[in-house]
């Protein structure tokens, strides 16, 4: 069974930095790319980043680009999404997911091209 379990949400200043954590079973990220979501209340789901271990590639929205690292820990099976330089407008619930694909797409990172998903953690970043 396919389990992805998100954490290290919190409340944090603008300008402050926080680390979350998606802990993944049942599958191996050999064969599916992990990303990240988030959804701010009455907007769209949105795709932040992906990471695909066995090509070797990362993509970032333009929105976290240089502020949000992606990386993964194949032997813990976590991935990790580290943001930095935090601002209000980053605040959502952030979500990670499975790929139906080994691959990260160059274009976006596409709901659809996603199966499994966590159940969220809340991050609130306040001016």
């Known amino acids: 069974e396919v389990q992805l379990v998100e954490s290290g949400g919190g409340l944090v200043q603008a300008g402050g930095s926080l680390r979350l954590s998606c802990a993944a079973s049942?599958?191996?990220?050999?064969?599916?790319?992990i990303g990240w979501f988030r959804q701010a209340p009455g907007k769209e789901r949105e795709g932040v980043s992906c990471?695909?271990?066995?090509?070797?590639?990362?993509y970032y929205a333009d929105s976290v680009k240089g502020r949000f690292t992606i990386s993964s820990d194949n032997a813990k099976n976590t991935v990790y999404l580290q943001m930095n330089s935090l601002k209000p407008e980053d605040t959502a619930v952030y979500y990670c997911?499975?790929?139906?694909?080994?691959?990260?797409?160059?274009?976006?990172?596409?709901?659809?091209?996603?199966?499994?998903w966590g159940q969220g953690t809340q991050v609130t970043v306040s001016s």
């Open positions: 997911a499975a790929s139906h694909y080994y691959y990260c797409s160059a274009y976006g990172v596409f709901r659809s091209d996603f199966g499994s």
């Open positions: 049942g599958f191996t990220f050999d064969d599916n790319a």
């Open positions: 990471i695909s271990s066995s090509v070797g590639s990362t």
